[in-house]
């Protein structure tokens, strides 16, 4: 199949980040609303808050979170573990007596709390009710490493899991809900008892061998995984409420949730890196009947050099299907544009099946050629062009035309 897109740009603005989904039957754009590039060597503090809002340590995982564990080089956030013998003094207020008492902790004179290891992580000043997540990272290496990707809503603790991954399962990631309830114990197995949604899923390649885009896709009836854009999970559960969004790395412990924790061989301080998180809204939310015609039950491809597939075992069509076990699907091709400076861009397209290939035209408001691409597989591209410029932008998808005016501050 091939895709013809003609992009026309009088002049670049910071407003000018959208993503659009090209189903074979429709198409839906998504308006960037937030996120981070990390193009400056600082935490954007109007964004971010570097611990939980209730503590800044970890007890399950014997753990404080520090700001200094976050390091910046050319745009890339490194999220970082590493071994720390301190005495972290707590506030009353940070002390939860049943759970310390729980997982074995006790504390020192003066509330001091004894931990093993330090970590980086981000937590979303603002709160956030549907949209489409997504993150650029590449995993770390080792065994018992926790880096996750995932959305918290304090009350009551719902959570939605985008991304969890194990540094000892190089080829794995896992994708999760939760609710208080069990989020309705999603699905009762032969004895009627209620399971669990959540599963790990495989891939071909090691996700720590290069970078990698996830995102999660939340409305009000479903929420959709995609892996370098293509769909790899899918659940229909509803939260009605807003979510902070988080990302960080941690440790898992022998014998408690995600073990096992490191060994002797688990090299510190280890990063888990991510190029960006981007948020982006839509005003009209997908609808559930035309997802499910184009829910995909295929062979996932990856964002990079080697176009090496994800596999489709159980395990991800366990999460596919859910519920409907006729869930058919169609390929999305997942098209961006966003900024980088006042003089380029990043045209990136993910998603494209085997055979397909995509045309992208780009001109000024002259009408003169800036850039020609012909896509064939998973890519980012940057586009340069003259500072200054007005743009206009016209994308052509077969018969189907999208037209946007865009405008620099």
């Known amino acids: 199949m091939k895709?013809?897109?003609?992009?026309?740009?009088?002049?670049?603005?910071?407003?000018?980040?959208?993503?659009?989904q090209?189903?074979?039957?429709?198409?839906?754009?998504?308006n960037y609303t937030d996120g981070d590039e990390f193009n400056k060597n600082e935490i954007n503090k109007d964004k971010w808050t570097t611990s939980f809002p209730w503590t800044i340590t970890v007890p399950s995982q014997e753990?404080?979170?520090?700001?200094?564990?976050?390091?910046?080089?050319?745009?890339?956030?490194?999220?970082?573990?590493?071994?720390?013998?301190?005495?972290?003094?707590?506030?009353d207020w940070q002390i939860d007596t049943l759970r310390f008492k729980k997982l074995g902790i006790k504390l020192l004179a003066g509330n001091k709390m004894p931990v093993k290891y330090s970590l980086g992580l981000l937590w979303s000043n603002k709160t956030y009710k549907y949209g489409y997540f997504e993150i650029k990272f590449k995993a770390c290496d080792g065994k018992g490493l926790w880096p996750a990707f995932w959305m918290y809503a304090a009350n009551k603790n719902n959570e939605i899991d985008f991304l969890e991954l194990k540094g000892e399962k190089e080829k794995y990631l896992h994708v999760d809900i939760h609710c208080p309830d069990g989020c309705g114990n999603y699905k009762k197995n032969l004895f009627g008892v209620g399971q669990k949604w959540g599963h790990w899923l495989k891939t071909e390649q090691r996700l720590k061998s290069s970078y990698n885009v996830m995102a999660g896709e939340w409305t009000p009836t479903f929420i959709k995984y995609y892996l370098n854009g293509k769909l790899v999970a899918?659940?229909?559960h509803a939260y009605d409420m807003g979510m902070h969004l988080i990302v960080g790395n941690g440790i898992a412990k022998d014998g408690a949730p995600f073990k096992p924790g490191p060994d002797k061989a688990t090299p510190f301080p280890n990063p888990f890196f991510v190029d960006y998180v981007r948020i982006y809204k839509t005003d009209t939310l997908p609808n559930l009947t035309?997802?499910?015609?184009?829910?995909a039950l295929t062979k996932f491809i990856?964002?990079?050099?080697?176009?090496?597939?994800?596999?489709?075992?159980?395990?991800?069509?366990?999460?596919?299907?859910?519920?409907?076990?006729?869930?058919?699907?169609?390929?999305?091709?997942?098209i961006s544009i966003m900024p980088l400076s006042k003089s380029s861009m990043s045209f990136r397209a993910i998603g494209l099946a085997n055979g397909d290939t995509l045309v992208a035209t780009f001109k000024n408001s002259n009408g003169d050629l800036i850039k020609y691409l012909e896509v064939k597989k998973n890519s980012e591209t940057v586009i340069s062009f003259t500072e200054g410029s007005s743009i206009d932008f016209q994308l052509t998808i077969n018969e189907k035309i999208i037209k946007e005016n865009l405008t620099i501050r």
């Open 3 to 20: 895709y013809l897109f003609l992009l026309f740009f009088p002049a670049f603005t910071l407003h000018a980040q959208f993503l659009w």
């Open 22 to 30: 090209v189903y074979p039957d429709t198409i839906i754009k998504w």
């Open 63 to 91: 753990a404080v979170i520090r700001e200094n564990n976050i390091k910046f080089n050319n745009g890339i956030a490194s999220f970082i573990v590493d071994k720390d013998s301190s005495l972290v003094k707590l506030n």
């Open 234 to 236: 899918y659940v229909e």
């Open 290 to 295: 035309i997802i499910k015609e184009n829910l």
């Open 302 to 334: 990856s964002n990079e050099a080697d176009t090496s597939s994800f596999v489709s075992d159980k395990a991800n069509k366990k999460l596919i299907n859910n519920r409907n076990n006729n869930l058919k699907s169609k390929n999305v091709l997942t």
